[in-house]
């Protein structure tokens, strides 16, 4: 079945560092994908998405883009901040359906 | 943005006993309620799809005896974990759509803790 695989964390990383965040999938059909951030005691929020192959979806510096070739969405951030300390859930959805996938998530940490 | 709330952010419950917990849309009606639970150290699973006014649609391997979900209005919908059992504490997790057409669109609440003891 579809599915949905991230880097274990947690990821700490010090202010204005570089993050890779680590997402592949395996799905039939053509599937969307997702980035969601949950900060702590908040829900899960839309981070960034895309839709089709090649698309790059971007938010608050954020960015990852859709790799059919090697079936990945990584998620990269040029310069990290205390703020951006949370759990992100990468995540996918197969058309004509509702459903979401979720990886396991990982916790972020970043220290001043 | 849309705001989800859940009540109660965390419970603690004897094994036996039931427990229900809700799920309200702050500022926009849902036509449809998704429940998910997440294990430590897994993935979020969906549990199930309420729409207002009708049944709730159980994913396989859910137990809809065991976990009562009603979605009686566009803002309110209750998860009901029925005669709990240590094995039922997780965290459980809502989230409303907009519109059944725009289920991508869906706003989470911030979860509730639930161990049974």
């Known amino acids: 079945g579809d599915s949905v695989t991230q880097m274990e964390g947690p990821v700490t990383l010090s202010e204005e560092a570089f993050l890779t965040i680590n997402c592949t999938y395996t799905a039939t059909g053509y599937p969307s994908l997702f980035w969601y951030v949950q900060y702590p005691g908040e829900g899960l929020q839309l981070l960034l998405k895309a839709t089709k192959a090649d698309d790059k979806g971007s938010n608050k510096g954020f960015e990852a883009t859709y790799r059919k070739e090697t079936t990945s969405f990584h998620l990269e951030k040029g310069s990290v901040q205390v703020s951006d300390s949370a759990v992100y859930f990468c995540?996918?959805?197969?058309?004509?359906?509702?459903?979401?996938?979720f990886g396991t998530g990982t916790r972020l940490k970043v220290l001043a | 943005g849309a705001v989800v709330s859940q009540h109660p952010s965390r419970v603690i419950c004897k094994s036996g006993t039931s427990v229900k917990i809700e799920c309200r849309s702050l500022?926009?009606?849902?036509?449809?309620m998704f429940w998910y639970r997440q294990f430590p150290k897994k993935s979020l699973m969906l549990m199930a799809t309420s729409n207002e006014g009708s049944k709730a649609t159980y994913e396989q391997g859910v137990e809809k005896d065991k976990f009562l979900i009603n979605h009686a209005s566009l803002t309110l919908s209750t998860l009901t974990v029925t005669s709990a059992h240590p094995e039922d504490s997780s965290f459980y997790i809502c989230?409303?759509?907009?519109?059944?057409?725009?289920?991508?669109?869906?706003?989470f609440g911030p979860g509730t803790r639930l161990l049974v003891l």
């Open positions: 995540a996918l959805t197969t058309s004509g359906t509702y459903k979401y996938i």
């Open positions: 989230s409303a759509s907009l519109s059944r057409g725009r289920w991508e669109t869906q706003y």
């Open positions: 500022d926009f009606q849902a036509t449809t």
